[in-house]
Every structure is written in structure tokens, then in C-alpha cells.
């Protein structure tokens, strides 16, 4: 039998699966590597929890690109010319890495309707 914690890094290795095809310790390697910072505003973020960095990919290939924080991830740059500029150079950065790929055709899930 899980204990509660183990329960919640299955549910949580089950989740990264799922929606972006890696495990969990991918995800934690993705955030060493960018030693804890949004890959935007460079703020440094916790590994979990609420306010974490989490994963952007690109919705139409589904392709990983980097981690960043809630607020970069929305996009809601505080009229920051700064961190405009940087979002730019990011989504370019990844613009021309998605350009050479193709699409990859997942399977939606269905929803059930009431």
C-alpha cells in the first residue's frame, strides 16, 4: 500500500505524463537546469507548490520549451518594456526551434457533457 506521499508523486509523475510525455524527475531536471529562474523575468521561483515555475510548451507541436512563472506564462509582463523585450526573444528563441519541427497529432480527451 502508497503512503500519502507516495500517492501524490504518482498522481503528480501520472499528470506530467499525460499532458507533456515526461516523468517527474524530467520536470525537476528541466528545473535545476534553470537553476529554479523563470526563463522570462529570471525571478526565482519554489520546485512546488503554488507558486512554482511551471512547464510551457507549444500547443500546436506540444513541444517542451522551458519553464517560467504563472505571471510570464499569462503573459502579464506589468508594462515592463524590459520584460517585453525579453518575452520576445524568448518566443523567438522558440519560433524558429518549432518552425522545425512538425505538428504532433495527440488524442483529445473526451469530455463528458451534463
Known amino acids: 500500500m502508497l503512503t500519502?506521499?507516495?500517492k501524490k508523486i504518482r498522481a503528480r509523475n501520472l499528470h506530467f505524463k499525460a499532458?507533456?510525455?515526461?516523468?517527474?524527475d524530467q520536470r525537476n531536471a528541466l528545473y535545476d537546469k534553470q537553476k529554479g529562474r523563470c526563463?522570462?523575468?529570471t525571478r526565482e521561483k519554489p520546485r512546488e507548490g503554488r507558486d512554482c515555475l511551471v512547464i510551457d510548451h507549444?500547443?500546436?507541436t506540444h513541444r517542451i520549451r522551458e519553464?517560467?512563472?504563472?505571471r510570464c506564462n499569462r503573459g502579464y509582463y506589468r508594462e515592463n518594456p524590459d520584460l517585453l523585450l525579453?518575452?520576445?526573444k524568448y518566443f523567438k528563441k522558440h519560433k524558429a526551434l518549432d518552425d522545425?519541427?512538425?505538428t504532433i497529432k495527440r488524442k483529445r480527451k473526451r469530455?463528458?457533457?451534463a
Open 67 to 70: 519553464m517560467l512563472c504563472a
Open 19 to 24: 499532458k507533456y510525455g515526461i516523468t517527474l
Open 111 to 113: 469530455t463528458r457533457r
Open 4 to 6: 500519502p506521499d507516495e
Open 58 to 60: 507549444n500547443h500546436r
Open 100 to 102: 522545425l519541427l512538425p
Open 86 to 88: 525579453a518575452a520576445s
Open 39 to 41: 526563463a522570462i523575468c
